[in-house]
């Protein structure tokens, strides 16, 4: 074995004891990142909700600027939300804005039901809400669930044009 200058021996290595910092840094570095990765069910159900409510402002403004109808199709028990643009001879097609065409629930979010005045609650099969050239025609709640049964309920007024959001069911408007 040969000695080094200062009497030590020349293999290389890490000692115990730098490995065990480095260790004891990674470890730190995990801690104070991983919570911020992993988002929760909760959080996604809140986020799901606001992002329905900001789409049914953003269609209820654009039917009214356009003069045109949309309509958004909800699946009840799903996560499928689409919109589509009605023709003047009644078809529809799929908007050409892609803020309309993007997933608007996250994975683990469904509609649960869709209570409106004329078409009273659903929760089965598929809800169209209709946006005219005057924008939402009714009043229409909205109830989102995740995974760990939480809801949360959007609310949207057609005659201020508001959109709400509120924690867990409601069945009427506060």
Known sequence: MRIS???TSSNSGFTL???VVVIAILALAAAIVLPRLQVSRSAELSRSARQLA?????????AITTKTTYRMR?????????????LPDGSEETPDDQLLRRPFLADGI????VITPRGGKRQA????IPFGVAGLGEFTMI????????MMTVLA??????????????EEAP
């Open 54 to 62: 900001a789409t049914i402002r953003f269609l209820q403004d654009r």
């Open 143 to 150: 109830h989102l669930r995740n995974g760990d049964d939480a």
């Open 5 to 7: 200058r200062a009497g």
């Open 74 to 86: 909800l699946e009840l028990g799903g996560n499928a939300i689409s919109v589509t643009r009605t």
């Open 110 to 113: 469904t509609v649960a039901s």
């Open 125 to 128: 099969g598929e809800a169209v």
């Open 157 to 170: 007024y057609p005659s201020s044009g508001t959109v709400t959001v509120a924690e867990g069911y409601r």
């Open 17 to 19: 004891m730098e490995l």
